[in-house]
Nanobody, 125 residues
């Protein structure tokens, strides 16, 4: 089991940048594929980006491709989401999630077993 805590959210102007962090507890962090999802008010939670257990492969949603980048530092038990060129439509609560060992890299909600509590990102002038 792993516990995930997101941080780094806040208010940012359009075109600005934020880096979200997700710190994990436990000694088996490197066993989990990791992902970021987001959920805006009144909308379903949607996939943002995912990274494999070793960090060798990533995949991003079309909506953020070229702007967001996921990375992980297994030594620090932390996964990051670097968000650049932020748009108002990026406003959402951002969640990190960890998949079980059965999943190498996942883009579906059902691929993930553990979730953080979320951190709010608001993009507004």
């Amino acid at each position: 089991q792993v516990q995930l805590v997101e941080s780094g959210g806040g208010l940012v102007q359009p075109g600005g940048s934020l880096r979200l962090s997700c710190a994990a507890s436990g000694r088996t962090f490197n066993r989990y594929g990791l992902g970021w999802f987001r959920q805006a008010p009144g909308k379903e939670r949607e996939f943002v980006a995912a990274i494999t257990r070793s960090g060798e492969s990533t995949y991003s949603a079309d909506s953020v491709k070229g702007r967001f980048s996921i990375s992980r530092d297994n030594a620090k038990n932390t996964v990051y989401l670097q968000m650049n060129s932020l748009k108002s439509e990026d406003t959402a609560v951002y969640y990190c999630a960890a998949s079980g060992p059965r999943v190498r890299i996942g883009v579906k909600l059902s691929d993930y077993d553990y979730w953080g509590q979320g951190t709010q990102v608001t993009v507004s002038s």
